[in-house]
């Protein structure tokens, strides 16, 4: 408010020196001198002449009617069908790092299910000294944990291959969210079963028609994946899996099996339609890679960005972004205004988490002209995240998945951005 009224694009520096030498009292009164009575000060409002809604209003309460247009949207061209499909999680307008369940980004190969939990059953067969039967209840009776995670689709910014062609970090950047998983770990009901020796991978699959099978390395079943059944708190939504949902920390998003009913301990990988056909990434030699199931390091700044326009003139600007890496925490992310040619350390809100979204900040001083903004992350593995023609040089242009390069907003002297590229 400060900043608008003094409309002259001084800087936050000389605001705040200027406040301490004349008094904030005096500033304040300056103001409000310069703007005249403000009515919404000045006069008795409606919200406090009369009461607001009751307790009883909301018994399970909903986002503020002003906010209805954070909601997860579609990209029409590529979901014309809205059962095998994805929507995007509305980054642009969101901060902090978690994200809610009611717009994190839903991807079904056939619809979101109605499972109840007195219907529930997850089997644990194969290579195993006991195949076991839980029910929900039974899951529930061994000891939880808690972890934050960022689930990403490997098909996040996978339109983006050819050239920048989606205007919103939405839909650039929005097959991405980030929850507190409550859960058992998949190592305790593995452990419950009893792995053979020759049981080497499992083979992860949904109670939903499509049952979406993946096979995972038996490793990483028991390192760090969760059998959850909350998230952010709260039962999982519908169409995040209830009412539970395997986390694969760090890997992509569709080994992340919704509706889990079954695990079986295998001696080679099933190589299903999901782990052949899908999920790899051909290169420009006609061969594909498989088994990419790490998410590399990315970032992406979600304000300003086209959906997100800077809506005041010169001086004080927050950027703001996301950075994550499947392979452990974001140590560093810098951010550029002038499209690589000169790099700022932003600041991270909190230091990096392994395998979660990390926020970060850069607080400048905006001189009203155009911008070149991209951001660029580092992971505690030291990678770097790579521009999109570094990508291109490696990959080729045939890849859907695992585009994790620099995203460019060019934002204009009047606050609008757009999507575009640096050549
Ligand atoms: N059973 C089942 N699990 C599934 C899928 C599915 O269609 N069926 N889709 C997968 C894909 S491709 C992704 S990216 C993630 C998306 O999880 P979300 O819908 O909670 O965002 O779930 C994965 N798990
Ligand atoms: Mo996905």
């Not at 503020?64 to 579609?74: A, H, K, L, T």
């Not at 290579?127 to 839980?134: A, H, I, K, P, S």
């Not at 770990?185 to 452990?191: G, P």
Request: glycine residues 10%.
């Amino acid at each position: 408010m400060t900043t608008k009224q003094k409309g002259n694009g001084a800087s936050r520096r000389q605001f705040l020196t200027g406040a301490a030498a004349a008094g904030a009292g005096a500033v304040a009164a300056a103001a409000a001198k310069a703007s005249g009575p403000d009515p919404l000060i000045t006069e008795m409002q409606d919200w406090a002449s009369s009461t607001g809604a009751g307790v009883d209003a909301t018994p399970y309460g909903m986002p503020i009617q002003f906010e209805s247009d954070v909601v997860r949207r579609n990209v029409e061209w590529l979901t014309a069908d809205t059962i095998s499909s994805i929507n995007f999680t509305p980054i642009h307008a969101l901060d902090g790092t978690i994200t809610p369940q009611g717009c994190a980004f839903e991807r079904h190969h056939s619809g979101a299910i109605e499972l109840r939990k007195e219907d529930y059953r997850l089997m644990i067969n194969g290579l195993v000294d006991q195949e076991l039967v839980f029910t929900y209840n039974d899951l529930e009776r061994f000891p939880r944990e808690n972890r934050v995670y960022f689930c990403e689709c490997a098909a996040n910014t996978g339109m983006e291959w050819a050239g920048a062609q989606l205007n919103g970090a939405q839909f650039t950047h929005g097959m991405i969210h980030n929850m507190e998983y409550s859960g058992v770990s998949l190592r305790t009901l593995l452990n419950e079963a009893g792995v053979k020796p020759e049981g080497k991978w499992v083979y992860v699959e949904g109670a939903d028609a499509s049952s979406n099978g993946r096979s995972i390395p038996l490793e990483k079943a028991l390192d760090d994946c969760l059998v959850a059944f909350k998230a952010n708190g709260e039962a999982l939504r519908m169409e995040h899996g209830y009412p539970t949902r395997l986390v694969v920390p760090g890997w992509e998003g569709n080994m992340w099996v919704k509706w889990l009913r079954r695990i079986e301990v295998t001696e080679v990988a099933v190589e299903s339609r999901e782990e052949t056909s899908k999920y790899t990434d051909t290169l420009a030699n006609g061969i594909s890679r498989k088994w990419t199931w790490e998410m590399d390091a990315k970032s992406v700044v979600t304000s300003p960005s086209p959906q997100a326009p800077i809506k005041h003139g010169p001086g004080p600007l927050v950027i703001t972004g996301l950075a994550w890496s499947g392979r452990g925490a974001i140590t560093g992310v810098d951010v550029t205004l002038d499209g690589g040619k000169n790099w700022q350390k932003a600041r991270l809100a909190a230091p990096g988490q392994s395998k979660a979204l990390t926020r970060f900040y850069l607080d400048i001083e905006w001189n009203g002209e155009e911008m070149f903004l991209q951001s660029r992350a580092r992971d505690e593995t030291g990678y770097v995240q790579p521009t999109k023609n570094q990508l291109r040089e490696v990959r080729g242009l045939n890849s859907i998945y695992h585009n994790n390069g620099i995203q460019t907003w060019w934002v204009k002297a009047n606050g609008e951005a757009e999507n575009v590229e640096i050549s």
